[in-house]
Nanobody
Framework: QVQLVESGGGLVQAGGSLRLSCAAS????????MAWFRQAPGKEREFVAA????????YYADSVKGRFTISRDNAKNTVYLQMNSLKSEDTAVYYC?????????????????WGQGTQVTVSS
């Protein structure tokens, strides 16, 4: 199985940028669909972005489309989330998720492996 560790979170002013990383170990992620989710206080965990095994296709929640970019480096066993033009409503714990196979899901049920999360706080 794969272990996931997120990093790169922190405090940023509105309009700023952050780059999250998700480092995988235990298995190569080249056979996994990868995704980012987030969970704000008092809210359910929600889909942010997903990327296919090769990186050839990406998917985004409407709320982040045009501002966030998901990418992967299979050689480094790492997935990234570049977040630009951050807003206060982007404040949440961000989680990396992985699922073996081909299916790209926008729901938490579609992913078996999860990291512990990294906090992103955007001040207005």
């Amino acid at each position: 199985q794969v272990q996931l560790v997120e990093s790169g979170g922190g405090l940023v002013q509105a309009g700023g940028s952050l780059r999250l990383s998700c480092a995988a170990s235990g298995r190569t992620i080249s056979t996994y669909v990868m995704a980012w989710f987030r969970q704000a206080p008092g809210k359910e965990r929600e889909f942010v972005a997903a990327i296919t095994r090769s990186g050839g296709s990406t998917y985004y929640a409407d709320s982040v489309k045009g501002r966030f970019t998901i990418s992967r480096d299979n050689a480094k066993n790492t997935v990234y989330l570049q977040m630009n033009s951050l807003k206060s409503e982007d404040t949440a714990v961000y989680y990396c998720a992985a699922e073996p196979g081909w299916i790209t899901s926008r729901t938490t049920n579609g992913y078996t492996y999860w990291g512990q999360g990294t906090q992103v706080t955007v001040s207005s």
